[in-house]
């Protein structure tokens, strides 16, 4: 009896009822992971993790799990965070080496530990004192982009005002003597996905959001993006909604965008508003970023933004709720 109440009682708001799952991208498997934990009772948190999870073992992209990215070494190392929006607690893994499942050492992280953040060795050595196998991220295809980046003189890059060696064109660098504006690299726009970020409503009333990626080909060995650090890669406040980036992650993280969607629609602001201003924010110092942002406010009303460039004229994400009882593709036009 009690049962029937809440399953018939879940609350409706406009667009969605709850329980509800968004995340970027059309990963649509990732989101029929995480609707299929809300829909049997599970929580928002268990539903995001199994929703990333899902995400890292598919490698959704190429940009999200192992075999993804390599860096400068060729290494692929894995960014991950999760956040429960009703206890403020968050675990996070940055530069995660030898490890697939990220997401569930960043879950680790939060409930087995103290901290909010390991990162690179450390954070591997610690996932596995967890139980977290120990595997080799790279793929022949990790394997065979490295390769091509050699071949091509490491180009692109993100270096800037630095001379590399003259006769390999790569490493070692040296510093300029004088520093010179440089456009933002190519390597980040021309992407076309990226990071997975996943907003979960259970029928609980709780909220959790997550994030998982494998960063940016040939990235500076030790980069950490957004996507493992609250405020920007993602963020989750019961009181006032969650949100979650993607994109360009060096620069992205510069404006705490999904802190500041989930203040502004605590203020009151409807999510896409909330997302748009995000976006507005950083548009207003990096024109051409690559980047886009999902918003679900406290009850359960959600939107997105991007920056258009390019290579992202319209944005798609994914949303499965009450309403739809499966994942359902949404887009939203950039501007
Ligand atoms: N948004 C993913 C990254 O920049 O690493």
Request: with cysteine.
């Amino acid at each position: 009896m009690l049962l029937f109440f809440t399953l018939t009682c879940l609350p409706t708001f406009g667009q969605a009822s709850l329980p509800l799952v968004i995340n970027t991208w059309g990963f649509k498997n990732a989101t029929a992971a995480a609707w299929t934990v809300l829909q049997s009772g599970g929580s928002a948190l268990d539903a995001v993790e199994k929703g990333c999870g899902r995400c890292q073992r598919e490698q959704c992209g190429g940009s999200v799990g192992y075999g993804g990215s390599p860096d400068e070494n060729g290494e692929t190392t894995l960014d991950a965070m999760i956040m429960n929006g009703n206890t403020m607690e968050v675990g996070a893994v940055a530069d995660l080496k030898r490890i697939k499942n990220a997401i569930g050492v960043a879950r680790a992280v939060m409930e087995r530990t103290e901290h909010t953040m390991l990162v690179g060795e450390s954070a591997s050595v610690f996932a596995e004192n967890m139980g977290f196998a120990a595997e080799d991220l790279t793929t022949a295809k990790s394997l065979e982009i490295f390769t091509q980046w050699l071949k091509g003189s490491c180009q692109p890059n993100y270096r800037k005002n630095v001379s590399p060696d003259p006769s390999k064109l790569c490493h070692p660098y040296k510093p300029l003597a004088e520093l010179r504006p440089k456009e933002r690299r190519l390597s980040a726009n021309i992407r076309s996905h990226d990071t997975i970020g996943m907003i979960a409503f259970d029928r609980y009333g709780h909220l959790a959001v997550g994030t998982s990626t494998n960063g940016l080909n040939h990235k500076v060995p030790g980069r950490v993006g957004d996507s493992p650090i609250a405020g920007a890669g993602g963020y989750a406040d019961a009181s006032a909604g969650a949100a979650a980036a993607t994109g360009d992650g060096d620069v992205m993280m510069r404006f705490l965008p999904s802190y500041l969607a989930v203040e502004l629609m605590r203020a009151g602001t409807d999510p896409s508003a909330a997302c748009e201003t995000a976006i507005s924010r950083i548009k207003r110092h990096y024109a051409h970023f690559f980047g886009a942002i999902i918003c679900a406010n406290a009850t359960g009303h959600y939107g997105a933004a991007c920056n258009k460039v390019p290579g992202l004229l319209q944005f798609h994400y994914m949303v499965a709720d009450g309403g739809s009882d499966a994942p359902l593709l949404k887009s939203v036009d950039c501007f």
